[in-house]
């Protein structure tokens, strides 16, 4: 039973592709409120997206170690990264990073966009160069990321990144089954990270 509803859960993330072409201020508008939207559920996530802007790198990338003393309280100390705030080393900015981004492309905004376009733009930019490397949850969330800018601003770049990041995690599928955190594990399948690749793969095969 336990795999037949994973099973139902990755079907039913695989067939919900980004739905990029309603992300212009004039669809956002028509559809706010046929889905539940409202002017408040805008504000909130006006408010979320200016926190993540607030706390992203100079380099575009945002740091899991540092981003919350740097941005709140002026002091970067580079710890509190483990799973209890112990000080040790953070390693997931690929993946928080890919996770940012994708707040701003769904609410709309990537390069040439204001307010927050040259943010998204930095973000990309930094994604593309990450996009074949670290964990497959890192390489989906990546290569989903740049797949939407793809099909958003059309900068063939970020086609050419998410080229790479599905190379890759092709390459890394388990033979007969699915994936498991990271490129080159030999172990049983893992249904989180293959349903993350799966929705990657799915939104690089709508976007053409």
Known sequence: MRTVAALLLLAAFASAGPETADRTPERRAK???SRGGSRATEEAVSKGLAWLARHQSEEGYWDTDDFGTAADHGVTDGKGGGWH???VACPFDREVTALATLAFLGAGHHPGTEPHGQRVR???DWLAGQVASGT???IAYSTQALVEAWEMCGEEEYRR???RG???MIGSRHPGAGWRYSPGVRMASGV???TAVV?????AEDAG
Not at 199 to 203: D, K, S
Request: charged content about 10%.
């Open 199 to 203: 929705v990657a793969l799915r939104a």
């Open 192 to 194: 989180p990270t293959t």
């Open 31 to 33: 559809l706010l409120g």
């Open 161 to 163: 990144a998410a080229e």
């Open 122 to 124: 930095a973000a990309l």
């Open 166 to 168: 599905v190379a890759t």
């Open 136 to 138: 497959l949850f890192a």
């Open 85 to 87: 705030g112990e000080p």
